[in-house]
Nanobody, 117 residues
């Protein structure tokens, strides 16, 4: 089993910054990708950013230039630096991990990010 615990959410004014962190624990031999998704009320879950084990990154168009994803393999953590936040970024942000070679997806409980206008 793999456990993912997020931290760092909160309330911020538009234009502000937040950093989310996710710590993975449990039986992690190797992973394919870690990252962040988000889900706003009444909307589907959507990809925000992912980072693969080789360090390659993928960002949703709506966060390019504003968010940065990075990881620390020694600590099994993935973080998301969010700058220039907008009210439309308000959502529950969920940490994600896909193991390798057997592709199993794990999710955290989520952390609330609220951006006020």
């Amino acid at each position: 089993q793999v456990q993912l615990v997020e931290s760092g959410g909160g309330l911020v004014q538009a234009g502000g910054s937040l950093r989310l962190s996710c710590a993975a624990s449990g039986r992690i031999r190797s992973y394919n990708a870690m990252g962040w998704y988000r889900q706003a009320p009444g909307k589907q879950r959507e990809l925000v950013a992912t980072i693969k084990s080789d360090g390659s990154r993928n960002y949703a168009d709506f966060v390019k230039g504003r968010f940065t994803i990075f990881k620390d393999d020694a600590k099994n953590t993935v973080s998301l630096q969010m700058n220039s936040l907008k009210p439309e970024d308000t959502a529950v942000y969920l940490c994600y991990l896909r193991t390798w070679p057997i592709a199993t997806d794990y999710w955290g409980q989520g952390t609330q990010v609220t951006v006020s206008s």
